[in-house]
């Protein structure tokens, strides 16, 4: 029986970390992101490129909006790092590499990655057997939020500061939850020391995706999501989600659709690969 204290991470979260691999090895150069330590802390069978949800056409838009949103949040927080800010906090961290690819930026950093008990200990488990090891600026914080949603509490007892400022991300997140808990996680963020700033995705209600391609991909997501007892909950308007975080005591927000990192990222490609449509990222600085 597997212990829950050292469960491995959701499908979701392994899932995201294949596709950033498979950008590597199927998509032509320039690569956007180069990630392929997600995958080899997965380990999964050999077979896994067959799987269905890995084919590579059918989940090109997907993996290029995956490789897309984690390059733009590692550009927002090699920025910030380079103006002083030394705290970056990551919500739901599941594979997260950040600090194994970029340790040159991370040791500028102490990087708390939060996520629930099991997949917590899992990770520090296998970045062990792995030999990347668990540096002093690197603080896997494990937090059960069905039990204990006060993140800030367990952030502060692994040394976070809530005297200075931050960058707090949280991709991949919120359509899980309520939009209660959403705003409240926003309200908690608006609270920490001026200059902090956050930056969250968020999909799309399916009616204002105009591509209907990338409405049948949402839909096949909502279903898997529903099939894995991980069900699509909170789908928001750009209106929505930057009235929310205007409410909850952000200043300065920003609206950053998905068409922007497609142009920023993906223009003049030979191959067409670009971001399908559907997810946003809200970024906001206190």
């Known amino acids: 029986m597997t212990d829950p204290r050292n469960a491995a991470p959701d499908g979701t979260a392994v899932r995201v970390a294949l596709w950033r691999a498979m950008h590597v090895q199927v998509d032509a150069p320039p690569h956007v992101l180069a990630d392929e330590i997600g995958l080899r802390l997965a380990a999964p069978d050999d077979g896994w490129r067959a799987r269905p949800d890995m084919d590579p056409h059918f989940t090109s838009g997907f993996r290029a909006s995956i490789v897309a949103r984690a390059r733009l949040i590692e550009d927002l927080v090699t920025e910030k790092a380079d103006h002083g800010i030394t705290q970056y906090v990551i919500l739901g961290a599941g594979l997260d590499t950040f600090a194994q690819r970029r ?6 950093l102490t990087v708390f990655e939060i996520d629930q008990p099991g997949p ?3 990770k520090h488990k296998r970045l062990i057997e ?3 090891g668990i540096p002093d600026w690197l603080r896997l914080v494990p937090v059960d939020f069905e039990v204990d949603g006060d993140w800030l509490k367990h952030l502060s007892l692994a040394g976070f500061d809530a005297r200075r400022p931050a960058v707090v991300v949280s991709t991949g997140v919120t359509m899980y939850l309520t939009k209660d808990a959403t705003a409240a996680a926003l309200r908690q963020i608006a609270g920490l020391a001026p200059g902090s700033t956050v930056a969250m995705t968020f999909l799309l209600p399916p009616e204002l995706l105009r591509d209907e391609a990338d409405r049948a991909g949402l839909e096949a997501s909502r279903k898997g999501a529903q099939a894995s007892n ?5 789908f928001y ?16 927000v920003h609206h ?3 068409a922007v990192l497609a142009e920023r990222y993906f223009a003049g490609r ?7 449509s559907g997810e946003d990222v809200l970024v906001a600085s206190t």
């Open 120 to 122: 917590q200990a899992w």
């Open 130 to 132: 792995l030999g990347y």
């Open 270 to 276: 030979a191959d067409d690969l670009h971001p399908s």
């Open 103 to 108: 340790p040159e930026i991370a040791a500028r």
């Open 230 to 234: 991980t069900p699509f909950i909170s």
């Open 256 to 258: 950053v659709p998905g």
């Open 237 to 252: 308007t750009p209106d929505e989600m930057l009235a929310l975080a205007r409410e909850s005591g952000f200043k300065d």
